[in-house]
């Protein structure tokens, strides 16, 4: 009876250990993921990048023509996170700022391809008191302020997550997209013309 029982409980912890397993591309945080001449390259164009707008969320925003997120190092090094082999995104990097903004509403990251993209929050600079906060596959709530030179990765289609009001400081990022692949998801195409123009 007792062997019985020795087996019922090791079967669960299998099974929750598989279910914590599955879910271990849903969010992934990460220190110091640029190097040092990458950050000073991203900055000068940041900078010599007049292309100011402003999207629904009150964000000033400039789309980035930039490469640095793609080289091969950054590429491997994510392709490794996640487990699975990713690519550049068609859909541009955006620069964004909040600044005294409202923040982001909970939400999860509308499906732009047939496989869930990861769209992931590069921060370039933070003095704000913003958090991210999102809720895990256990229900749990976790409540995360974005060091610089940090990338946050989240898998579309997935966890709840949302940016909470700055009210003092500011707060710089770099958004942009890694996908498993090209294959566009026809279905959401208006949610991809959105995120084209900064609006999501």
């Not at 629904?56 to 997120?69: A, H, S, V, Y």
């Not at 090094?77 to 995104?89: A, D, H, Q, R």
């Not at 509308?110 to 933070?126: A, D, F, G, H």
């Not at 996908?179 to 949610?191: E, L």
């Amino acid at each position: 009876m007792k062997k019985k029982y020795i087996i019922i409980i090791f079967i669960i912890i299998i099974i929750l250990f598989i279910y914590h397993r599955y879910h271990s591309d849903y969010m992934i945080y990460i220190d110091d993921f640029l190097n040092d001449d990458d950050i000073r390259d991203l900055k000068n164009h940041i900078k010599n990048n007049n292309n100011i707008k402003q999207n629904r969320n009150n964000l000033l925003t400039k789309t980035l023509n930039t490469d640095i997120f793609y080289k091969k190092e950054y590429i491997n090094k994510i392709s490794e996170l996640v487990g699975k082999n990713v690519y550049k995104s068609d859909i541009p990097t955006e620069y964004r700022l909040y600044d005294k903004s409202q923040g982001m509403n909970w939400h999860s990251d509308v499906l732009l391809y047939e496989i869930p993209q990861y769209e992931c929050v590069y921060t370039i600079s933070n003095d704000s008191d913003s958090t991210t906060d999102y809720i895990d596959h256990w229900k749990m709530k976790h409540k995360i302020w974005t060091k610089p030179n940090s990338l946050m990765i989240v898998r579309a289609d997935g966890y709840l997550h949302g940016v909470n009001p700055v009210n003092k400081g500011k707060r710089e990022i770099v958004k942009l997209i890694y996908t498993p692949t090209d294959k566009i998801n026809k279905r959401n195409i208006n949610a991809y013309n959105m995120a084209l123009n900064g609006d999501s």
